[in-house]
């Protein structure tokens, strides 16, 4: 019954995706979207390692590995842009690999400890070092293009993101319902017992962390040509606490929709209501203590949560 109501779903979010730039002429609502689509990448990433029972605060830091690494090797070794996408999300894989062995051995606590601390040094590398260009950043990265076709417009760069979501969420799907994402379940309800049954719960744990950083170096690798600058400070550990404020929006319990729609919410709230960029921490922060308090499963899980307060009601 799931997939006969799933399907039809999943085949309506993709009508309406490809034919959304159609119907919408607004170039700053594609602007939006497109963000959106970058920040669920993240999103996704951070709950893959939630349902290991892993925080991370460091997504930002990986998400500037992959910028970084495309903007690199387009602007001074000439590379494609193509060719960047999947070397920017293995040199992110990479990055995250070398640091998480050894962080994880220490448990989830070192794990938080070393994803928060890297966040803070990518950032001070990139401004310090002149080869990364320092403060000021990297500027005039080309826009990906195919042949005479260049990615300039709006639409382009949308459909661009589309797919390379569409990917995520295709791969992150086939991993959950895997040998993999059984034993994840597993970590995530209980470490000792997923030991007692053989699984080896640091290696699980770390091919979930390299995988989810994987995708953030690919966002990073589209981030850099479609704004075609790249500045240390957009790579905040700001942006790491909204990655995480993604998915608990969202749900912490929808590995996949959850940050999509914690996402949507996050980009396009603000801009509806035209809350000032100084001001939204502040809104930010009392709308997740609202969400924690009264709806703490997240915004998807509304739909379960509205019989059981009206089951509640009805026996007051």
Same mark, same amino acid.
């Given at each position: 019954m799931k997939n006969r109501i799933k399907s039809p779903l999943l085949l309506a979010l993709a009508i309406g995706a490809i034919f959304l730039p159609l119907v919408v002429k607004s170039n700053y609502f594609l602007h939006l979207v497109i963000y959106v689509a970058m920040y669920s990448m993240l999103g996704m990433g951070f709950s893959m390692m939630w349902k290991n029972r892993l925080i991370t605060c460091g997504q930002a830091g990986f998400f500037a590995v992959g910028a970084y690494t495309s903007a690199l090797l387009v602007t001074k070794m000439g590379i494609s842009f193509w060719l960047t996408l999947p070397i920017s999300g293995v040199a992110s894989?990479?990055?995250? #690999?070398?640091? =998480?062995?050894?962080?994880?051995?220490?448990?989830? &606590?070192?794990? #938080?400890?070393?994803?928060?601390?890297?966040?803070?040094?990518?950032?001070?590398?990139?401004?310090?070092?002149? =080869?990364? $260009? $320092?403060?000021? $950043?990297?500027?005039?990265?080309?826009?990906?293009?195919?042949?005479?076709?260049? =990615?300039?417009?709006? !639409?382009? @760069?949308?459909?661009?993101?589309? !797919? &390379?979501?569409?990917? @995520?969420?295709?791969?992150? @799907?086939?991993? %959950?319902?895997?040998?993999?994402?059984? /034993?994840?379940?597993? !970590?995530?309800?209980?470490?000792? &017992? /997923?030991? /007692?049954?053989?699984? @080896?719960? %640091?290696?699980?744990?770390?091919?979930?962390?390299?995988?989810?950083?994987?995708? /953030?170096?690919?966002?990073?690798?589209?981030?850099s040509q479609y704004q075609n600058l790249l500045v240390p400070n957009t790579f905040s550990f700001l942006l790491s606490i909204y990655v995480q404020m993604y998915a608990l929006l969202g749900g912490l319990s929808f590995f996949i929709a959850g940050p999509i729609i914690g996402a949507g919410i996050m980009v396009f709230l603000p801009e509806s209501l035209r809350v000032a960029e100084q001001f939204q921490p502040i809104f930010f922060a009392i709308l997740v203590i609202m969400i924690v308090i009264f709806l703490p499963g997240g915004i998807l899980s509304l739909p379960r949560r509205i019989p059981q307060l009206a089951g509640k009601l009805g026996r007051k």
């Open positions: 894989a990479l990055f995250a #690999f070398i640091l =998480f062995s050894a962080a994880l051995r220490g448990g989830p &606590l070192v794990f #938080f400890g070393m994803s928060l601390v890297s966040s803070f040094i990518v950032m001070e590398v990139l401004g310090t070092v002149e =080869f990364f $260009g $320092g403060w000021e $950043g990297i500027l005039d990265i080309p826009s990906a293009f195919i042949g005479s076709y260049f =990615f300039y417009s709006k !639409i382009s @760069n949308y459909y661009l993101v589309v !797919i &390379l979501l569409s990917l @995520n969420i295709v791969v992150f @799907n086939a991993l %959950y319902k895997s040998r993999i994402g059984r /034993a994840w379940s597993a !970590i995530g309800s209980s470490v000792p &017992l /997923a030991e /007692a049954q053989g699984i @080896n719960v %640091y290696r699980y744990r770390l091919a979930a962390a390299t995988i989810a950083c994987f995708f /953030a170096g690919v966002a990073g690798a589209f981030y």
